[in-house]
């Protein structure tokens, strides 16, 4: 299995909603990563997991939750985001030993914030 | 901190033409790697070049890493429909597991 699975793919969410971003690899990588892309823009690094701990919070509001329950899973809860969070949210995976290896990414998620 | 520049932000080619895109560094880089995102899709990595003056080829793609490992190229050889998207270059940091990632070249053929 070379995939990392994002689900759901498209979410709608009102300012008020509760949503989790679900992330799932079975490549063995234990070095796990959300990242936020707007349009015409590179990926911006939002959390970086390695061996399930949490290594890397590049400053993100509170109202975006990481959770990785195993070093397959990686979750991502939603709570009161604004409209300026509409984005496409990336999850990626790569080894954690080895220094130059690429990330494998998932296909995102395209959130809107109503 | 590091910081990668890439140019050109677009390149508009007829089919059939060859495209490059490139990757400038004030400071060596220890590695570069090369992602492409489709349109409404996701970056998938494509290639990692360590070594000074490093040359690399998959089918009509061509990736370079200069020899004072402050530059790196991708040069596509007679554009298909299907090299259509947005081409990024990207530095991981040694320290840690960050990407630094370039603007992106955006490919477009001409109709």
């Known amino acids: 299995d070379t995939e990392v699975t994002q689900t759901p793919k498209h979410l709608v969410m009102g300012m008020t909603n509760k949503k989790s971003l679900k992330c799932e690899q079975h490549m063995g990588h234990r070095a796990m990563y959300w990242y936020k892309q707007k349009a015409k823009k590179p990926p911006e690094l939002m959390f970086v997991?390695?061996?399930?701990?949490?290594?890397i919070n590049e400053s993100v509001p509170s109202r975006f939750s990481p959770e990785c329950p195993n070093s397959s899973l990686l979750n991502l809860h939603l709570h009161a985001l604004q409209p300026e969070d509409s984005a496409l949210y990336l999850c990626?995976?790569?080894?954690?030993?080895?220094?130059?290896?690429?990330?494998?990414f998932g296909s995102g998620t395209r959130l809107t914030v109503v | 901190g590091q910081q990668v520049m890439q140019i050109p932000q677009y390149q508009h080619v007829q089919e059939g033409e060859d495209f490059t895109t490139y990757c400038n560094s004030s400071t060596t880089l220890s590695n570069i790697q090369w992602y492409k995102q489709r349109p409404g899709g996701h970056p998938v990595f494509l290639i990692q070049?360590?070594?000074s003056g490093e040359v690399k080829k998959q089918k009509r793609l061509t990736f370079q890493f200069g020899e004072a490992k402050k530059n790196s190229s991708l040069h596509i050889t007679a554009t298909q429909t299907t090299d259509v998207g947005t081409y990024f270059c990207a530095v991981r940091l040694d320290s840690n597991y960050q990407l630094i990632w370039g603007a992106g070249t955006k490919l477009i053929i001409k109709p």
């Open positions: 997991y390695s061996y399930e701990k949490l290594s």
């Open positions: 990626a995976s790569s080894q954690a030993d080895v220094l130059y290896y690429g990330y494998t």
């Open positions: 070049l360590v070594k």
